[in-house]
Structures are given as structure tokens and as C-alpha cells.
């Protein structure tokens, strides 16, 4: 079986029967899990559908976008539109997005514009479904018509950015009169997210449990990728045993609070090495005292033997749970977390005549001080960015000749769709705090820090950064 089917066989069973014969309008996948390995599972089995020979009778044409990074409604429609029309937007050309030929018309200003686009891309492709025959063109009678696939990966994000757009989007079909099929991918339930009032369809429900312990340890073991070489180290070819050995090892100790592939994989990769570390050791002293040069067959590496595996996993067990719990990339109790970062109950309701002027009370400067900055605007924020740019970017950076200007360079990279990513990320997160209502256009938007100062202060110190400095307003 294929690797990137493993855990995944029913869902690509469903959704290929469905795309490939008469797919619904709207379809919703929920997987709380691992949606990042869902979205990449889908967006192959749909290029295997539209390469496979003898294929649908429909030729497929998909988009795969991510609701992250399509903050507006424009980047939504340019990223839709240039992927289904396998258009890629070159600099040295100022990065046109996708339109006909000869046709200044744009698809982005609004959704209407969008709607049209999407009827134009089909024609564009329906025109591009001529094959060549011996000698002279002809037509495909049964791939004149295309089928549109839409795959919107972390649609809960839309219903924070482009709330406007969930109900259109489930419509599709509906509004551009194509074969057309939108499938959005979220991690959390459609309830969520669903529009009031029934504005939206009922979709075509798929909910995905969390994949089995032993499909992860297969996903593991697929991906350990051996070599003959001695200079491989870990992943030398007669290590793999030991390696699937390790594998189930770590996923009985992880499984209960990770479900995902990827998280338990980076942790592998971080253990594994100081797991397997001993047999080396061992082998290359016997390489140094006992091996006879004349005879290479000692040269080789031999699967270690099962009393050894043993003996590593009882050393290595509590290093395991330990590296869970420091490698795992977020803290797993949400209770943990909310008393670590609890406010003091009193102190926006304490009288000022409590407070001593020209003292700090122990165990309140740092909350006082946190909750006493002012709103920042986003500009402000953007400006810091820069400035440690500039201060530490400048040597590794990238030879560009085309900026010219001094400090050209920095304004495109804080100008980055990844660095407003990031703010949002920051706010769902509640590290930051948005104080402007979300629907206000005068301005930009003004935040407030949501952690303490002594937090910021040593995770600059931990960066070499100068706080004190860059929180300094001159107003």
C-alpha cells in the first residue's frame, strides 16, 4: 500500500468515488487531529484521479488553498483562480495574477468578479482539453466539460477573516452554474462555523477519527529511510529493526496525549539519534580493538540483539515521557495554562491609596506593568519588526540587486502575507490582544500585549534582544 494512504484507505475510497462520478456541492471534512496530513492526502488522491489513465469522464481541475494565508477576499479569489488555472505569478513580470488573454478584465474586485472568473477558468480549460491525434487536432468527446474542485483547508478561519464569503463559497454551484465542488477541510465541527438563519446548504458530512496507534507506528517506520553506508549513523539499513522497535515503544508512550503523525514523528527524530547512540558506541570500539582489517565482513553493523533492545527501552523510557513533554510544541492542559497566565484578581479594583507610590509590591510589578502599556497599533508593531530586521538580517539576507533604496528590502519582508499570519496566530492564541472593533477601516488596528512583562523580558533576554529599547515611545 502506498504510504500517504496509510490510516486514510475509506477516505480516499469515499471522496474518489465521489469526485470522480457525481460529487456533491458542498462537501465538509472534520478531522481534529491531524488536518494537516488530511489536506495533504487529499490534494494527492485528487492529482492521482486527474493523472490516472483511463480516467473520470470528466477532466477534474482542483485548487487547494489554505484559509490562513488568504486574509482578504482578494488574495482568496487570486489563489483560487491561479492554481486552478496552473498560473504562477513571476516577479520580473510585476506578478500578474491569471486573466485571458488579450482580457484586462479582474476577477478580484469583488465576488462577482470571482464568479466570472471561475466561469472564464472553465472555459479556459474546457479549450485546453484538445489532444493532438496523428497528425492533426481532434476533440475528446468525453472530456469537452471539466469539474471544478475547491479544497479550503482550516475553513474555521474564515468565519474570523471573511465571514462574509462562508455562505457564497457553500453556493458555488449554485451561483456559477458549473460542475463545480467546494470541499472545506477544519478541525473544528461545521456547527462551529455554520451561518444563522440556514443561510448555508447541509453539506456532505465526512468526520475522520484520530488515526490508530499502529497506523502511526507504520507511518514511522515507512518513513525511516535506511542506507549501507556506515556514515549513515541511526538510520544505517540493519538499524530498522531496532527502529520499529523504538517506534512502538515511543507511540505507547505518546499516543494517549498525541494523536497527530507529525508531532510524534518530530519527536522520533529527536530521540531517536541518543537512542540508538549506545550500539554505535559499541560498534566503533569493536571496530578500533578486534576488527581484522583483512576481513570486512567485521566492518559490518549488526542488528543489535533483543536483550540490547530491552536494556534500551528501560533507559530509555522516562526520556521519552520527558521529551514529550518538553518537544511537544504547546502545553496540552488548557487549565495549566490559564492558571499560569491568571491576572492578579485585584488589581484593576484595588483603590489607589493601597498601592505605595515609588514601590513595587512583590509578585504584582510585572502584571501592573504588563497591563499599564498603552494599545499599540499595528504599524508600531511592524516598526520593531523591521528595526530587528535591520539589526540582524542584514549580513544573511539574500543578494537583491532590484532594491536599491535603503530599507526597501525590509519594508517588502514586513509587508508579508506570513508576517500578518503571524499576528493573527498571535491573537487566536491570546498572546496579543485586538482593543478596535473588527469591522473599523479608519487606521489601522491597535493590540495589547496578553503576557506578563517578566515573560517578555526573559524571552528577550533569551534572544539577545533589548527590550527596553524597542518599548520606548518617544510620544
Not at 188 to 199: D, S, T
Amino acid at each position: 500500500m502506498e504510504s500517504w494512504k496509510f490510516g486514510y484507505e475509506e477516505l480516499c475510497d469515499e471522496l474518489s468515488t465521489l469526485i470522480a462520478n457525481f460529487p456533491p456541492p458542498f462537501i465538509y471534512i472534520y478531522d481534529t487531529a491531524c488536518p494537516r496530513i488530511t489536506g495533504s492526502t487529499i490534494a494527492t488522491l485528487l492529482d492521482r484521479i486527474v493523472s490516472t489513465d483511463p480516467g473520470p469522464s470528466k477532466r477534474i481541475h482542483f485548487a487547494k488553498v489554505n484559509a490562513i494565508a488568504c486574509l482578504t477576499a482578494r488574495l482568496l479569489y487570486d489563489s483560487i483562480l491561479n492554481v486552478l488555472a496552473k498560473w504562477s505569478p513571476d516577479w520580473n513580470d510585476g506578478c500578474p495574477n491569471w486573466s485571458l488573454e488579450g482580457d484586462t478584465q479582474r476577477f478580484n474586485e469583488n465576488f462577482d468578479g470571482f464568479i466570472h472568473g471561475l466561469r472564464a477558468v472553465s472555459s479556459h480549460l474546457r479549450d485546453k482539453s484538445k489532444v493532438k491525434g496523428k497528425g492533426k487536432e481532434r476533440m475528446k468527446s468525453e472530456a469537452d466539460e471539466v469539474r471544478l474542485v475547491i479544497v479550503i483547508e482550516c475553513a474555521e478561519r474564515l468565519k474570523e477573516t471573511l465571514p462574509e464569503l462562508l455562505v457564497p463559497l457553500t453556493r458555488l454551484t449554485e451561483l456559477t452554474q458549473l460542475d463545480l465542488s467546494v470541499i472545506l477541510l477544519s478541525e473544528v465541527r461545521w456547527e462551529a462555523i455554520r451561518p444563522p438563519l440556514g443561510a448555508s446548504p447541509d453539506p456532505y458530512f465526512i468526520d475522520l477519527p484520530p488515526l490508530s496507534k499502529e497506523v502511526i507506528v507504520q507511518r514511522l517506520i515507512f518513513n525511516f529511510t535506511p542506507s549501507n553506508d556506515l556514515s549513515a549513523g541511526p538510520y544505517h539499513a540493519s538499524l530498522k529493526g531496532l527502529y520499529s522497535h523504538f517506534a512502538t515503544v515511543l507511540c505507547d508512550v505518546c499516543y494517549p496525549f498525541v494523536h497527530d503523525p507529525l508531532e510524534i514523528e518530530y519527536i522520533a527524530a529527536a530521540r531517536w539519534p541518543g537512542f540508538v547512540q549506545p550500539v554505535l558506541d559499541e560498534h566503533r570500539r569493536f571496530l578500533a580493538d578486534e576488527m581484522d582489517l583483512d576481513d570486512p565482513e567485521q566492518a559490518q553493523l549488526e542488528p543489535p540483539a533483543e536483550v540490547v533492545r530491552m536494556r534500551l527501552s528501560r533507559l530509555f523510557n522516562a526520556s521519552l515521557s520527558a521529551a514529550l513533554e518538553e518537544l511537544y510544541p504547546r502545553l496540552t492542559n488548557a487549565t495549566d495554562w490559564a492558571a499560569k497566565n491568571k491576572p492578579e484578581p485585584d488589581l484593576l479594583s484595588a483603590q489607589p491609596a493601597e498601592i505605595p507610590r515609588g514601590k513595587d509590591q512583590p509578585g504584582k510589578s510585572s502584571e501592573a506593568a504588563a497591563l499599564a502599556l498603552p494599545p499599540f497599533p499595528l504599524d508600531r508593531l511592524l516598526a520593531i519588526l523591521g528595526a530587528l530586521l535591520e539589526e540582524n538580517d542584514v549580513e544573511t539576507r539574500l543578494l537583491a540587486p532590484e532594491f536599491k533604496i535603503p530599507g526597501e528590502y525590509t519594508d517588502m519582508e514586513t509587508s508579508r502575507v506570513a508576517v500578518y499570519s503571524a499576528v493573527m496566530e498571535l491573537t487566536s492564541m491570546r498572546l496579543i490582544h485586538r482593543t478596535t472593533p473588527g469591522d473599523r477601516i479608519d487606521g489601522p488596528p491597535s493590540f495589547k500585549c496578553g503576557i506578563s512583562y517578566d515573560v517578555a523580558l526573559a524571552l528577550a533576554k533569551e534572544l539577545s534582544i533589548p527590550l527596553n529599547d524597542l518599548m520606548w515611545d518617544p510620544a
